[in-house]
């Protein structure tokens, strides 16, 4: 832990940095000397984010606000305006909530046979952000991957009363589903509120055995006493909590049979199903005696704004924006000796090229025709929260934002000729990116992983529920060398590093693509600024249909 003074020693230096603004003046041509200055910008940038100083960046925590300061001075130097009510600070109302071990319980009845589960080993509960302390005993019901979309074929709730039960459910949506479908259903957020809606009390959520052999168990479970977070409404209650479920447990996928044991399918079978889209909801066998206790505390963080003007008197009024999370993981869990979480791809990276972005901006000769907002959000790993806050309470009028280009974690581990905009086919943001692509001789290409359904998992999703046409620029996976394999390369790092101490700025970042990447996402978003149109939702798209809404102030 390191010790308070050094820390406002550390924020009084920040302050003095950010007295000092220099004149708008004209970026020199793109060339390979300016590549490598800006790569170094980069590099500096991330190695003060993801250094041990800041301890992992906690949403809520001392080191994210060193961050958020950090931020905060680098946009006053670029000479951007205070976007937050004349500072770069919004306010981000929090509750923190941290499980307790102390009498945590897990226990599963079955003829007249009690069969008691070990926390941690076994089970890990969720913080519950509207009790103290909760206890349900009620009957099991298994409900698939709780997917109710009869249109597309797929209903889990079909025949079953979940009402008064404790939902049993696995992760994911069926792969049958498209992969915006998919993306969809997947979402935690979506199944919680069918199953409030359904009359659940508790929820037991099992994992897919393929990936806990991917990423074990225990890795994830070691950090059981994380603090988790839901955004604060005025009246000091958790928004989004779906009080109506007591309890929310994980269970190691590996213990399945415990569940499924004399149902009419056994865990494999079930497992099966599911790989085969053939899920059925059923009720199970005994009871379960789910029992937990929660820490609460109002917490608060902040998303750092800054806006640079419109050159066009009438478009300057709308608004682009672009993101990257600035927070990270804090200290968790010792892994081979290492607590600290340092998030340097995760998302430090972004953040960096986001600033550099910034900077070009700031610096071109002719000023984009809308205005631009350059926003560092909290609470990505909290469950995209200061992206919701944003969205909801923006400091520019709502119907004003007309795109969202967000930046998360781009795996730049070597020299890479391409980028993945994940999304593009929602809307015309797709010819924009593809011109600016063109523009600066980089290529496009598919999302490597669509099973992973990562358009609802950062920030842009709280933008796209918002009814806001969005794009997620991911890494790239070619490389200049044509022996050098980008998805291996992407592998290694979700493998070893991922969620790990180890994501630090050791790895080997390659930052010219870095640079490169910036100077793209800055050009990305000049041309959505510079559209005569905002941009629209392709007519028919599964997102627009769901939240596309008219703009309004």
Known sequence: MLLLPRSLLIGAALLTLAACAPE??????????????????????????????????????????????????????????????????????????????????????RDGQTRELAFEQDYVPSANFNEASSEISAPLVFVGQAVHAPEL??????????????????????????????????????KARLLAERGA????????????????????????????????????RAIDSFPELRVRVSLRATLAEAIFAGSPHSADEVFAMMRENRLKPFDLPGTATLTQATRMEAAESFNVVARLAGTDATLAAEHVVLTAHLDHLGIGAEID??????????????????????????????????????????????????????VATPPVAKGSIVANVNMDM????????????????????????????????????????????????????????????????????KGRDPHFDGIASLDGFLDQHYHRPSDDANQSIHYPTAARVAALNALIGQRIADAPQRPSWNEGDFFAKKFAQPAAD
């Not at 393929?210 to 409404?233: Q, V």
């Not at 993945?420 to 490597?448: N, R, W």
């Open 24 to 109: 708008h003046t004209a970026p020199a041509p793109a060339s390979a000397e300016d590549t490598t200055a800006a790569a170094r910008r980069i590099e500096a940038d991330l190695r003060f984010l993801a250094d041990d100083l800041l301890e992992g960046r906690e949403t809520g925590t001392r080191g994210y606000d060193l961050a958020a300061l950090y931020v905060a001075s680098e946009f006053r130097k670029l000479g951007l305006e205070p976007a937050a009510a004349g500072s770069y600070l919004q306010p981000v109302p929090l509750l923190r909530a941290r499980a307790v071990r102390e009498g945590a319980r897990f226990a599963l009845v």
């Open 153 to 190: 074929g797929q209903d889990h709730f079909a025949g079953v009363d979940v009402r008064g039960k404790i939902a049993v459910l696995l992760a994911n949506a069926p792969s049958s589903l498209s992969n915006d479908e998919r993306a969809f259903h997947a979402s935690r957020m979506e």
């Open 410 to 477: 781009p795996v730049v581990l070597g020299d890479l000729v391409d980028m993945v905009p994940i999304g593009i086919e929602h809307s015309s943001l797709k010819g924009l990116v593809e011109a600016a692509a063109t523009d600066m001789g980089m290529a496009l290409s598919p999302d490597p992983k669509p099973e992973e359904t990562v358009f609802v998992r950062s920030d842009q999703y709280a933008f796209i529920r918002a009814g806001i046409p969005a794009v997620y620029l991911d890494s790239g996976v």
């Open 337 to 390: 000796g290492d607590a600290i979480y340092n998030g340097a791809l995760d998302n430090a990276i972004g953040v960096s090229i986001l600033l550099e972005a910034a900077r070009r901006m700031a610096t071109t000769a002719e000023g984009p025709r809308r205005s631009l907002l350059f926003v560092a959000l909290t609470g990505e790993e909290k469950g995209l929260l200061g992206a919701q806050q944003f």
């Open 201 to 236: 009390i508790g929820t037991i959520s099992i994992g897919d055995p393929r990936d806990e052999e991917k990423r074990p168990w225990a890795l994830g479970a070691k950090n059981w006493g994380a603090a988790g977070m839901r955004l604060r409404a005025g009246d000091g």
